[in-house]
């Protein structure tokens, strides 16, 4: 009985790590891809130049960061 159950809640977890291990990637591609355009000059960013979009993108980045961590915890116990 309790192996039925420890088993279902790591094949939870698994999927869970998996789920947010493609997400973490696809939005890695597009921070990337982001960067990569605003580098090379193809968009101009300066627009954004505000300090209310520049305190939103840092916590947005703190925000993909420790989900990250999280990822990075649960594939590590796994």
């Given at each position: 009985?309790?192996?039925?159950?420890?088993?279902?809640?790591?094949?939870?977890?698994?999927?869970?790590?998996?789920?947010?291990?493609?997400?973490?990637?696809?939005?890695?591609?597009?921070?990337?891809?982001?960067?990569?355009?605003?580098?090379?000059?193809?968009?101009?960013?300066?627009?954004?130049?505000?300090?209310?979009?520049?305190?939103l993108?840092?916590?947005?980045?703190?925000?993909?960061?420790?989900?990250?961590?999280?990822?990075?915890?649960?594939?590590?116990?796994r």
């Amino acid at each position: 009985m309790v192996d039925e159950t420890m088993l279902r809640v790591t094949k939870r977890f698994s999927r869970f790590a998996v789920a947010l291990g493609g997400f973490l990637i696809f939005v890695g591609i597009i921070v990337i891809g982001v960067f990569l355009i605003g580098f090379l000059g193809v968009v101009d960013f300066s627009i954004i130049d505000s300090e209310t979009f520049y305190s939103l993108s840092l916590m947005l980045l703190l925000a993909i960061g420790l989900v990250d961590l999280l990822a990075g915890i649960i594939l590590w116990r796994r």
